[in-house]
């Protein structure tokens, strides 16, 4: 009878560790599961912090001042747009929303539906990031 080893796709971010297989840091057990984090890497990671990437991240950090319009809102979105299509590959984006918490004025979330690709098809995802 055949062994089948279990398949890892990459870090899981933001990093944890919940050491259930014995690993330094958490993986991802699947492929929508690696896109998220991915996803959610790019977004949350200042550019210019990563060494010899200087272009990987966002800039969003510079909007925290900023008036929450929906000029800025666009300008996050765009940016947000930008970092997904350049850094998360086999991934399409079919929507980008960026919306402010109406109970708390303080939390904005980007909620992203985007399509991965597997094989000769695309499977429809969905995720929400909270910066």
Do not use: M, Q, S
């Given at each position: 009878m055949?062994?089948?080893k279990k398949q890892y796709?990459?870090?899981?971010f933001?990093?944890?560790n919940n050491n259930l297989n014995g690993?330094?840091?958490d993986l991802?057990?699947?492929l929508k599961s690696k896109v998220e984090s991915e996803i959610a890497h790019v977004i949350l990671t200042p550019k210019g912090s990563r060494i010899r990437r200087p272009e990987f991240g966002t800039g969003l950090a510079k909007y925290i001042?900023?008036?929450g319009d929906n000029i800025t809102w666009e300008d996050v979105r765009n940016e947000a747009i930008e970092a997904v299509r350049k850094y998360v590959k086999d991934t399409e984006l079919d929507e980008i929303e960026v919306m402010q918490?109406?109970?708390n004025d303080h939390a904005v979330y980007i909620d992203l539906h985007y399509r991965v690709k597997k094989g000769m098809?695309?499977?429809n995802n969905r995720t929400v990031i909270k910066l």
């Open positions: 055949p062994t089948f796709f990459g870090l899981k933001p990093f944890t690993f330094f840091l991802n057990l699947d001042f900023e008036p918490d109406k109970e098809t695309y499977e």
